[in-house]
């Protein structure tokens, strides 16, 4: 539930130097890595999405109460699971762990007769224009020998923090707009706003001996300051090296899920890191829910189902099932309480629903559930509820219409009745499921058969070319409409930019005429953009594996890196590192099909711990391939399948069911470098082709 960084008020996750920016490099806030504290909670990798929490600010200071708010330089920086470590150039040496609900601060001082500890309760969001969040309430209470507590309601969620400083003959006093007040033991704010907000919070101080630490701990719950005093009590007894090495198991237990044996120490780093990216979001609070009082899990920073449910949300089912079936229990909870499935849902009152993005999202990594039988959850009540979100928002028009814009929510709805059909039929209600399975249909009404791509409309971080490429659930009629396998591969090869000049990237701040001609390309925006991410394997429905191959390979090779800055954009919770994880396997995941899609791995040797065992994917004729260009100047060319097995027998289909994965087993494939026909003469299911 909690995590913990260095805190400079900048984008995107008030960790780093930069301006809020949708297009183009970024512009710089400040010319130097730096932080004013070190903040809880925060989104990550995410675009504008107005809120990012930093919450609780701790800042350990040798300048008197008046600098608070200031920044230093940080130098030395660390960073592991669970840990994070720098020096201020103030001379103070920072360290924070975290555990499941706490989080534990140790801060190592120079020689200073007045020496601090400053706790700002009131700080929120980031340091941009829109992008402060100001408690509503908030109510903060001095305990006297190094323990307080507090409650902040920040977006109708009241957040409770229960504080314990370990700092000897230290004096300890509460302070509002950066002046003490001596012998206060409580604060009560009402009806804060923007305009009439002043900083408040806690601070310990006294003299420090150099190389004196200090340990400050804090427990947090959503449910009020005694099951905060609770979390920390469980949680952190043994100090700041034994919720270090707590946390560091947890981490090694969940990274160890997936290994790997090949590769170049670069590739390896790179992996191992998305990994961990993909792991960190969302975040699950068992027995945390501020809106409804029982017990169970609690989901948040789903930011949002339009990223993660592709990527994502298969990889968490797949190698950390308990904690995937928390999130969907959680979800038909909100929809259960609020209303609908959320596109989106942080720690706040009320789902964000993204209408713009996309619609019923939920419904696939529902209906990838139920195929895999997941236990504990109610399907007859999921199935209520995923019926029920259908008819809202543009379900409406797509009940009564067949069609409606934008016309990427057409595909959306088209896609969630499919989903929902398949649940229903195996709940028996064959009459819903009829009538689901109807309307699945109406994805066609999207496209327009004059050019075997989506209508002119609305589209959401994309143009018609981006979204054209969705796998469907009617892949096979699809590829019909766009003139069969020839028509459909010929306009891929367009869209991936096969035989044309290379594209200039935009630069820092660039036009909107700049910006309208690069759109007007029509062209693979390079996994920065969400309907990209599944394009490349729409060649597997055409007969063309070896083009999925050499597409992947290039995005593997060239748009993932080891320094800061490397992704191709936004890692979006989760979901592109996510990409990365299943690509370098040679998988990727049909949401809501119970299926995967075959390609070469980056890698010579895999392994996935899953619910069934161990799933072995091996190569034979691998190559190693660098990132990038080699130190010889060589370009590394693309792997191509030649034949694979499971379990020992021939694989002449180019897909797996998700059972196969998951039950465990062993997929062999045979690598070379020139493109064979393996796949040609096969394609994965579709609705009308259900058995190739």
Same mark, same amino acid.
């Given at each position: ?6 805190y ?8 780093g ?35 990012y ?14 600098d608070?708010?200031?920044?230093w ?54 340091a ?53 007040i ?54 952190a007894?043994?100090?700041?090296e ?5 946390t ?5 237990d ?11 120490p ?28 029982s017990?169970?899990?609690?989901a ?59 619609? %019923?999202? $939920? ?5 990838? /559930?139920?195929? &895999?039988? *997941?236990p504990?959850? =109610? #399907?007859?009540w !999921? ?40 649940? %229903?039929? $195996? ?5 819903? /499921?009829?009538? &689901?399975? *109807?309307?699945?249909? =109406? #994805?066609?009404? !999207? ?42 591969? $010929? ?62 390979? $290039? ?43 075959v390609?070469?791995?980056?890698f ?18 691998h ?53 064979s026909?393996w ?6 299911p ?7």
């Amino acid at each position: 539930m909690v995590s913990a960084c260095a805190y400079s008020g900048a984008y995107p996750t008030g960790y780093g130097r930069y301006a809020k920016n949708t297009e183009g490099v970024p512009e710089e806030m400040f010319d130097r890595l730096q932080a004013s504290g070190f903040t809880h909670f925060q989104q990550s990798g995410t675009g504008a999405i107005r809120k990012y929490y930093n919450y609780a600010r701790v800042t350990p200071m040798v300048q008197p109460l008046d600098d608070l708010g200031q920044s230093w330089l940080l130098e030395d920086e660390r960073a592991e699971a669970g840990y994070y470590a720098a020096n201020l150039d103030t001379g103070v040496r920072c360290e924070i762990t975290v555990g499941e609900k706490v989080a534990v601060h140790r801060y190592t001082f120079p020689d200073n007769d007045s020496a601090r500890v400053v706790i700002d309760l009131s700080c929120g969001g980031l340091a941009i224009d829109l992008g402060r969040t100001v408690p509503l309430r908030a109510q903060v209470e001095s305990m006297g020998y190094g323990h307080g507590q507090a409650t902040v309601v920040m977006e109708g969620v009241p957040l409770s923090v229960h504080i314990e400083v370990d700092a000897p003959g230290w004096r300890q006093m509460l302070w509002y707009d950066r002046r003490l007040i001596p012998g206060g033991t409580r604060l009560d704010f009402d009806s804060i706003r923007h305009t009439t907000l002043r900083p408040f919070g806690m601070l310990f101080m006294g003299p420090a001996r150099a190389g004196q630490t200090v340990e400050v701990r804090l427990g947090f719950s959503l449910r009020g300051c005694d099951q905060a005093r609770a979390n920390l009590e469980r949680e952190a007894s043994g100090g700041f090296e034994a919720v270090r090495a707590r946390t560091r198991a947890r981490w090694r237990d969940h990274l160890g899920r997936v290994q790997v044996d090949g590769g170049t120490p670069a590739r390896r780093t790179v992996m191992a890191t998305a990994l961990y990216h993909s792991l960190i979001k969302p975040c699950i609070a068992d027995d945390e829910s501020p809106f409804w009082p029982s017990g169970g899990p609690w989901a948040f920073d789903i930011c949002t189902m339009w990223d993660i449910y592709k990527t994502q949300l298969p990889l968490l089912s797949a190698i950390a099932p308990d904690r995937a079936g928390d999130v969907l229990e959680s979800l038909i909870r909100v929809c259960e309480e609020e209303g609908n499935f959320p596109i989106g849902y942080r720690m706040a009152r009320g789902a964000d629903r993204f209408f713009r993005q996309a619609s %019923a999202l $939920a419904h696939t990594a529902l209906a990838d /559930a139920h195929a &895999l039988r *997941r236990p504990g959850i =109610d #399907w007859t009540w !999921a199935l209520v509820h995923m019926v029920d979100d259908l008819r809202r928002l543009y379900g409406e028009d797509f009940w009564e219409h067949g069609v409606v814009h934008p016309i990427t929510h057409t595909l959306d709805l088209a896609y969630a009745h499919h989903c929902t059909a398949k649940v %229903a039929r $195996a709940l028996n209600d064959h009459r819903l /499921a009829d009538d &689901l399975e *109807r309307r699945s249909r =109406d #994805w066609i009404n !999207a496209f327009d058969p004059a050019t075997g791509l989506l209508r002119d409309s609305e589209f959401y971080e994309g143009g018609k070319w981006n979204y054209s490429f969705r796998l469907l659930h009617d892949m096979a009629a699809r590829i019909g409409l766009a003139g069969g396998d020839a028509g459909f591969i $010929a306009k891929l090869d367009t869209f991936f930019g096969y035989g044309a000049e290379p594209v200039i990237q935009p630069g820092r701040a660039p036009s909107p005429v700049e910006m309208a001609t690069g759109y007007a390309l029509n062209r693979f925006e390079g996994l920065n953009n969400e309907p990209d991410m599944e394009a490349p394997w729409a060649y597997h429905y055409a007969g063309r594996p070896d083009r999925t191959a050499e597409v992947v390979h $290039a995005a593997l090779t060239w748009q993932f890196g080891t320094g800061p800055g490397g992704l191709p954009g936004n890692d979006d919770s989760g979901g592109l590192s996510s990409w990365y994880v299943w690509a370098s396997l040679g998988l990727f995941p049909v949401a809501g099909q119970n299926l995967f899609l075959v390609n070469a791995p980056a890698f010579e040797h895999a392994r996935l711990r899953v619910e069934g065992g161990e799933f072995v994917i091996e190569t034979s004729g691998h190559r190693e391939t660098p990132i990038g260009v080699d130190g010889l100047g060589h370009h590394p060319a693309p792997q191509y399948v030649q034949s694979a097995t499971l379990n020992g027998r021939p694989l002449h289909t180019t897909h797996l069911t998700a059972a196969d994965v998951h039950h465990g087993g062993r997929l062999h494939v045979r690598l070379g470098p020139e493109p064979s026909t393996w796949g040609h003469g096969s394609r994965p299911p579709s609705l009308s082709h259900p058995h190739p």
